[in-house]
């Protein structure tokens, strides 16, 4: 008898029976069963302490280390009344917790995801600069936390912050400020907890962010640990270094300004007749410059200091008036010329009329006083050509200035021509110093 035959026919049929066993088996098996019978087995009563904080690395009875990363999605505002600025991320920390350990049934379990934060063990992080914030909650609750089969967890949240960032205006509107996020733990010292920033690109910004005024250029991750009476606490920060965007302010501020310094200066080419108009153009300058810098300074802060936009409102301001005050002494000068001229007047007619009596004196008188005044007319002719030699001499030695001057014979005249010249090419003087300073000032004096 052949005993070899019955011995692969039951070999064959116990690899059947084993084959249809674990594909049954596999048929059965519900993860989600499992994960809830391995989070019931790890976060169990009298299994797991969320009051506890994890161990050190390798198990040790150092401080709980803890990584930190934030995603920015959008900065809304950038406020320079109140200084703060609103900024939307998603906030993730990372750490280790060896009591969270379980089976990942041979991989097939990735992670077990949880909703609430208050089953494990979580850093008492806050933000130090905030002054509001909330979470988001529609439709649900943007949050979730993430355990690993070696116990790392994960916790990532959705939150929206209105934050204080100090400014320093002295350079507005061509200034760039600082704006900080701090985050720092409230209760656990250096000795039990360490926030670090996670290797590689521990700061990632949405693509294409748009702010209305500003420009984001960098941002830069540091360490800002500090020391109280109660311990050392770590913290962390990133500063987000935001450029003012110039072309909004030239346009709204800058090119009306100069355009009513302009304007001011039509008063110089109107007659000095012409009193009404001269008079309702400059305080009309003077009034819209006026309301102009009261509404730059309503957008901003009271604070002590001058700022660069105050010097540019008050100097034009200062053109604006000036002009007005220009018109003011044309027509001084106007009065002042019409009296001498009235008092010449009067003086030629009383010198004609002198000169008449003394001619009809003459003409009475018999021919010896005839012969007497031949040395007299002789002796007039003389002088009167020593007259146009020393008035030739002299226009000699007038320069082309004098010269230029002498074509407006009046003082109000000449008042209205100098400013012509003098007011603009003051006001290009100072554009020059004004851009040259705040334009291309030194980075170190700026920060």
Known sequence: MDIR?????????????????????????????????????????GR???????????????????????????ISKIDDVTMEYSVQLTFREQWLDERLKFNNLGGRLKYLTLTEAN?????????????????????MPNVYIRIFPNGNVLYSIRISLTLSCPMNLKLYPLDKQTCSLRMASYGWTTDDLVFLWKEGDPVQVVKNLHLPRFTLEKFLTDYCNSK????????????????????YYLIQIYIPCCML?????????????????????????????????SGINASLPPVSYTKAIDVW???????VFGALLEFALVNYASRSDMHRENLKKTRREMEAAVSMDAASD?????????????????????DSKIRQCEIHISNKRK?????????????????????????????????????????????????
């Open 313 to 319: 409102t008050g100097v034009c301001l200062t053109f």
């Open 48 to 74: 797991y302490d969320a009051r506890i904080r994890p161990s050190g690395i390798n198990g040790t009875d150092g401080p709980a280390v803890v990584s930190v990363n934030i995603f920015v999605r959008s």
């Open 228 to 247: 109280t009476n109660t311990g050392e606490y770590s913290c962390l920060k990133v500063d987000l270094l935001f450029k003012r965007e110039f072309s």
């Open 119 to 139: 089953r494990v063990w979580m850093p008492d992080l806050f933000f130090s600069n905030e002054k509001e914030g909330h979470f988001h909650n529609i439709i």
């Open 261 to 293: 310094v302009i304007v001011s200066w039509v008063s110089f080419w109107l007659d000095q007749g012409a009193v009404p108009a001269r008079v309702s153009l400059g305080v009309t300058t003077l009034l819209t410059m006026a309301t102009q810098s």
């Open 399 to 447: 320069n082309c200035c004098r010269l230029w001057m002498s074509k407006f014979p009046t003082r109000s005249k000449r008042i209205d021509v100098i400013s012509r010249i003098t007011f603009p090419l003051v006001f290009a003087l100072f554009n020059l110093a004004y851009w040259s300073t705040y334009l291309f000032r030194d980075e170190d004096e700026e920060k």
């Open 5 to 45: 035959r019955p011995t692969c026919a039951l070999a064959v049929l116990l690899v059947f029976c084993l084959t249809e066993l674990a594909q049954c088996m596999n048929a059965k098996i519900n993860f989600r069963e499992k994960e809830k019978q391995i989070l019931d087995q790890i976060l169990g009563p």
């Open 362 to 382: 003459l003409l009475d008188t018999d021919s010896n006083a005839t012969f007497a005044m031949k040395p007299l007319m002789r002796g007039g002719v003389v």
